[in-house]
């Protein structure tokens, strides 16, 4: 097929996976509030990473500008490649926009190539599983529109759940209020969250205690899922969590996991370490 497929680094699926599906990706910045050098997505290792905010450091994260996009898109117009663009949820990154201000301007240079950015509306390996079905769709045949066309009709249908260690990371995001972070950390309160129809991060429920949140994700995914789903799960450095919601899915639904993946540094730096997500296709969000 005549066009290629690009990501970012906040689909959290390895460098060396994404080559093997045959899709480029664009890094992504993120640095430590105590030293003056910015870094990119998988300059350190995940274990180095959530070392460093265990111990205290903030990592902060920013998205990527407009020239960004058209420095990493040049060269494939420049060798004649229309390309797919599959980016991080407008909901939570200008990073969406920025792709979409590229291909704009970009458009005006190379008339006779066609961009098509998909705001995914997802994040982490729900981003990730979506850079998957368009790979399968690659593979099927379906050429750069035919497949933009269908992620976008099947894109609402990734469904992300996910739980947090200690709710002080979501705090500084602002998605919990400070007294909700004091009173989890007093009682044990760990809250269930997913991504809405428009790609925003939602607190749905909460539960007491790490191992009722994870089975109350599987149990999600025993309501809702699609058959034939592919089923990822992401980590914050807990791969001992990942396995045992994998073992719940065989065990009590029947399903097997595809792929496990670490959550990386510019998700992670919102949701700290001990993060653990879960992503399908299902009925709905």
Not at 27 to 44: A, K, S
Not at 46 to 63: H, I, W
């Amino acid at each position: 097929m005549d066009y290629v497929m690009i990501t970012d680094s906040a689909c959290d699926i390895l460098p060396e996976k994404l080559r093997e599906w045959g899709v480029e990706l664009i890094r992504m910045p993120y640095f430590f509030t105590d030293e003056n050098m910015e870094r990119l997505d998988h300059d350190q290792s995940m274990a180095e990473f959530y070392a460093a905010m265990r111990s205290g450091r903030v990592a902060k994260t920013s998205g990527l500008n407009a020239e960004s996009f058209i420095n990493a898109f040049t060269p494939f117009l420049e060798a004649g490649k229309d390309i797919l663009y599959l980016a991080f949820s407008s909901g939570l990154s200008v990073t969406c926009e920025s792709g979409q201000t590229a291909a704009e301007q970009l458009a005006r240079s190379f008339p006779e190539r066609t961009i098509r950015v998909v705001d995914t509306l997802c994040a982490s390996a729900g981003e990730g599983m979506l850079v998957f079905l368009a790979k399968q769709n690659r593979d099927r045949g379906l050429d750069l529109n035919e497949n933009a066309e269908d992620l976008e009709a099947n894109k609402l249908h990734l469904c992300h759940w996910f739980t947090v260690e200690d709710l002080v990371y979501l705090k500084r995001g602002g998605r919990v209020s400070a007294a909700t972070a004091l009173l989890g950390a007093a009682l044990n309160v760990k809250p269930v969250l997913h991504v809405d129809n428009e790609g925003h991060l939602i607190k749905v429920t909460q539960v007491h205690g790490r191992k009722k949140s994870i089975r109350r994700m599987a149990e999600k995914l025993g309501e809702t899922i699609l058959e034939g789903s592919p089923i990822f799960i992401s980590h914050g450095d807990c791969l001992g969590d990942a396995k045992m919601l994998a073992q719940i899915l065989k065990d009590e639904y029947g399903k097997e996991v595809q792929l496990i993946t670490g959550v990386g540094s510019l998700i992670g730096a919102h949701s700290g370490p001990g993060t653990l997500a879960l992503f399908f296709r299902g009925t709905e969000r």
